[in-house]
């Protein structure tokens, strides 16, 4: 079973209801998505291993705990999750960057993919998977096993807003990956709408119609 992170801290929960807000316009939507990136990259990059070296202060010598290794990729779901990753990497600015193209179709709620670019990084470091919405789990599901075939060892999905019936799909194709998200939202609605949810991010962060 997919461990689900409901990250709870005021500072988001206070970013998320004015993402959420259908008066919010596109460039004060894109910063907050930023804004809330980097916090949950701070959640999802909490387990990472550390180790202790030895470092010298101006005053005394210390041991002192440092990453281990280097920093995961950072992968965008295009569109909407380079809103999100935005925040990642300003989290982890050495981390190198991918891109995983894929849109659903509007009647069939398939995903399908029009591109995608992997940085060879990707094998020896894992990967941490950006995009706000986490619907029926289809493009999710789609882009964790691209990023698989690419050969990241390890996957960490960061979402915004999550409906049930993602969080089981995926945990269903892929219970090795975490899902750190900032809501479990209630439910999908007729079209594959997140309800309550933020309506359509990548519409909102660029300013189209879907
Ligand atoms: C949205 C969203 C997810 C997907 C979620 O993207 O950003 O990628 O739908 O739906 P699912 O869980 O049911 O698969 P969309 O396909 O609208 O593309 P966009 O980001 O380019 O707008």
């Known amino acids: 079973m997919t461990t689900l992170h409901v ?8 970013r998320l209801a004015e993402l959420r807000d259908v008066a919010t316009p596109s460039a004060r939507f894109r910063k907050l998505l930023a804004e809330i990136g980097a916090i949950l990259t701070l959640e999802a990059t909490r387990s990472l291993p550390a180790r202790t070296t030895r470092i010298t202060t101006p005053l005394t010598a210390m041991e002192h705990r440092v990453l281990a290794a280097p920093e995961p990729v950072l ?8 809103g999100l990753m935005e925040g990642g990497m300003q989290v982890l600015p050495e981390a190198p960057v991918g891109h995983v193209g894929l ?16 940085p060879p990084e990707v094998r020896t470091r894992g990967a941490i998977l950006f995009d706000p919405m986490l619907a029926t789990g289809g493009s999710a599901a789609a882009a964790v096993q691209r990023v698989k075939e690419a050969g990241a060892p390890h ?8 409906a049930p019936e993602g969080v089981a799909r995926l945990a269903k194709a892929h ?12 439910r999908l609605d007729h079209r594959g709408f997140i309800l309550p949810g933020l309506g359509d991010a990548g519409d ?4 189209t119609e879907g």
């Open 7 to 14: 990250v709870d801290h005021v500072l988001l929960a206070h």
């Open 75 to 82: 992968v965008a779901v295009l569109r909407a999750g380079l």
């Open 103 to 118: 849109v659903r179709d509007e009647h069939t709620l398939k995903p399908s993919q029009y591109m995608l670019r992997m």
């Open 155 to 162: 996957i960490r999905f960061v979402c915004v807003v999550a």
């Open 175 to 186: 219970p090795d990956v975490p899902v750190y998200t900032a809501a479990l939202d209630e």
């Open 204 to 207: 909102r962060c660029f300013g």
